[in-house]
C-alpha cells in the first residue's frame, strides 16, 4: 500500500510541468515587466484549485499569490521565485552583456535532448514551475494538510539596483530588483512560518546567501588633449589611473575571500569582490583624455559582516595605492547595499525537511554544497531580517547532487552556447522534493513541528 507521499509523487505529471514551464518563458518578463507573466500565473493556479490573487505593484509589475488552505493549526509554507528575468531578450540591450544572444536567452521556450531551453528557465522560472506542480500534486492526492501551502511569484528580485552613471542615469521600474516585489509582498498580508526558496541550486540544499554592497569608485585624473602633451602627461588620465584600481582591487580581493569564507553548517560561501562595469571618456572624441573614470564595483559579504567596515577596507586599499601616485585620486560611492549576508540554523525544520526530501528522491544526503549554490543574493534575506527561516534549494543546470569537485569544476556558470536551460530529469526531481517537504511539514500542527525542530537540533 502506497504512503501518502507515493501517492502525491504519483499524481505528478511531466507533460503539465513541461508545458507550464514552457509557456511560462513565452511570456516574457524582464525586470519591470513582470505583470503580464503574474496574470497568467495567477490564471493557471486559479485554474488548478487554489486560491489565487494578482497583487499589482507600480505601473507594469505584479505578483502571482496562490493558497492550498490547510485543515488548520499548521504551519504555513511559502515557495517563493521571481518572474523577471536576468536579460531582457532584446538584443539591443542584452548584447552589452552577452554579445550575441544564444536561442536559450530568447523567451521563446523548446525542447531537446530533454532539456527545456528559454530566457528565465534557469533563473529562475523552473523552479517556480516545480513548486506549484508539487502543490498542485499534493492537492490532488487529497492527502489532509493542517497548514497553508503559498506559492508567490513575485517581480523584481534579480539584483539590479538604480544608479546614476557617466553618461545616463538608470533609474526606473526596470532596475529596481533585489527584493523589489517580495518585500511589498511581506508588507500586503502574505505571512508565514517557513520558505522554500526554488532557486537553482543542483537540487544541493542551502541555508545561507550573501549580502552585497555596490561600490561607484570615481577615479579622477588629468584632463589632456593628446596634440598638447607627452604621452607621459596623457596617462595620467583617469582611465590610465583607473588601471590602478583594478590592480589593487584585483590583488586585495583573494585575501577578502579567504578572510571572510563563512561556514553555514552545511557548507561555506566564499564572498567575491567583482569588477562589474567601467565608464570612462567619450567615443566620439577620443583624442582627448579624460578626467573622470567610473568603476562598479559588487563586494558579497558574510552574515558577520557589515557595510560600514567593509568600506573602510576598501578605502584603506585605494588610499594607499592613491599614496603612491600624486595625480591619482579617487572617491567612493555607495549606490546599494543589501548586507549582511542572511542564514538559516543547519537545525531548522524546513532546512532538515529538504534534506530529507532529497535522500528520498535522489537516494542521498549532500556532504555539503558547493559554494557557488550560496553565493548569490535572492529573496531569501527579506524573510530572515525579519526572522523568518529560508532554506534554498532548485533545480539546474543538471538536476543532480554531484560531488563538490565535480561541482566546482562543471558548474561555474548556466550559459552554454545555448543559453539558459533546466533538464527534464532536474525538473521532476525538483518537484518530488516539495512535494515530499510538504507532506513532511505541513500534515503536523505547529506544536509538533516545534518539537520536531528542538529534538532534532540536539
Excluded at 517556480?128 to 506542480?133: D, E, G, P, Q
Aim: with cysteine.
Amino acid at each position: 500500500m502506497l504512503d501518502n507521499t507515493e501517492v502525491a509523487l504519483s499524481r505528478i505529471d511531466k507533460e503539465k510541468l513541461t508545458g507550464l514551464l514552457c509557456a511560462m518563458v513565452d511570456i516574457n518578463s524582464p525586470t519591470g515587466e513582470e505583470k503580464e507573466c503574474a496574470r497568467f500565473l495567477t490564471g493557471y493556479m486559479s485554474g488548478l484549485g487554489l486560491k489565487a490573487n494578482l497583487q499589482d505593484l507600480e505601473g507594469a509589475r505584479a505578483n502571482a499569490i496562490g493558497v492550498l488552505p490547510g485543515s488548520g493549526g499548521g504551519p504555513t509554507l511559502l515557495f517563493v521565485g521571481h518572474l523577471d528575468t536576468t536579460l531582457s531578450g532584446r538584443p539591443e540591450e542584452d548584447y552589452p552583456w552577452v554579445g550575441t544572444l544564444a536561442p536559450g536567452f530568447k523567451p521563446k521556450s523548446y525542447i531537446k535532448d530533454d532539456r527545456v531551453y528559454g530566457l528565465g528557465s534557469f533563473n529562475m522560472k523552473g523552479g517556480l514551475v516545480c513548486a506549484v506542480m508539487a502543490v498542485d500534486a499534493v492537492r490532488r492526492s487529497g492527502v489532509k494538510l493542517k497548514g497553508d501551502v503559498v506559492v508567490a511569484g513575485v517581480a523584481g528580485e534579480s539584483e539590479k539596483s538604480p544608479v546614476d552613471g557617466l553618461h545616463r542615469s538608470f533609474r526606473g521600474p526596470r532596475y529596481n530588483g533585489a527584493g523589489f516585489g517580495v518585500r511589498h509582498m511581506v508588507r500586503h498580508g502574505v505571512v508565514c512560518d517557513y520558505v522554500i526558496e526554488p532557486e537553482p541550486s543542483d537540487l544541493y540544499v542551502a541555508n545561507v546567501r550573501t549580502g552585497y554592497l555596490r561600490v561607484k569608485v570615481i577615479v579622477k585624473g588629468n584632463f589632456a588633449y593628446q596634440a598638447f602633451v607627452s604621452p607621459e602627461v596623457s596617462r595620467r588620465g583617469a582611465i590610465e589611473q583607473a588601471y590602478r584600481v583594478v590592480d589593487a582591487v584585483n590583488r586585495w580581493a583573494p585575501q577578502y575571500t579567504k578572510k571572510n569564507t563563512y561556514d553555514s553548517g552545511l557548507g561555506v560561501i566564499t564572498p567575491h569582490v567583482t569588477i562589474g562595469a567601467i565608464e570612462g571618456g567619450v567615443p566620439y572624441f577620443s583624442a582627448y583624455v579624460p578626467a573622470i573614470c567610473n568603476l562598479y564595483l559588487d563586494i558579497r559579504t558574510n552574515p558577520d559582516q557589515s557595510a560600514a567596515e567593509v568600506l573602510a577596507e576598501l578605502d584603506g586599499v585605494l588610499g594607499e595605492e592613491a599614496g603612491k601616485e600624486p595625480h591619482f585620486g579617487y572617491e567612493l560611492e555607495v549606490y546599494y547595499t543589501n548586507v549582511p549576508g542572511t542564514v538559516t540554523s543547519a537545525g531548522s525544520y524546513v532546512v532538515q525537511a529538504m534534506l530529507r526530501a532529497q535522500e528520498r528522491v535522489l537516494g542521498q544526503r549532500q556532504k555539503a554544497y558547493p559554494s557557488w549554490v550560496a553565493n548569490p543574493s535572492s529573496d531569501a534575506s527579506t524573510f530572515r531580517q525579519i526572522g523568518i527561516p529560508v532554506v534554498t534549494c532548485g533545480p539546474g543546470p543538471d538536476g543532480e547532487v554531484r560531488s563538490e569537485q565535480a561541482t566546482q569544476a562543471g558548474a561555474r556558470d548556466f550559459r552554454t552556447s545555448e543559453g539558459e536551460y533546466q533538464t527534464i530529469g532536474g525538473l521532476l526531481a525538483a518537484t518530488r522534493m516539495y512535494a515530499t517537504a510538504i507532506l513532511d511539514i505541513c500534515t503536523k500542527t505547529r506544536e509538533q513541528v516545534k518539537r520536531l525542530e528542538r529534538k532534532q537540533s540536539k
